[in-house]
């Protein structure tokens, strides 16, 4: 679902580039060359949003803003910290 909230903006930023593009074409000196490198960097900013997307729909509903797995999760995620681990000598709990 991400990856579709990431096509408006990164539609805007295609528009704009191209906008900005076909304005620059139409100057001289300095202000074409500044609206050919915002052109395109407004490309590459819409390139990025769309790689963003993807990135973060690979990913899923992975929460830990640290990437760490394992005993670090515990350390440093909230989520994880609900589950407070075990002294490995210690009898398990009944309930």
């Known amino acids: 679902m991400i990856y579709l909230l990431a096509l408006l903006p990164a539609t805007a930023l295609a528009v704009a580039g191209y906008f900005v593009l076909f304005l620059s074409a139409r100057s001289e000196g300095a202000l074409r060359t500044f609206g ?9 900013l819409a390139g990025l949003v769309i790689l963003g997307a993807i990135f973060a729909a ?3 509903r992975h929460h830990c803003p640290f990437g760490m797995h394992g005993a670090h999760e515990r350390m440093y995620c909230p989520e994880s910290r609900m589950e407070e681990p075990r002294d490995a000598g210690a009898p398990p709990a009944s309930h």
């Open 58 to 60: 690979a990913h899923g």
């Open 36 to 44: 050919k490198y915002l052109g395109f960097w407004a490309f590459t």
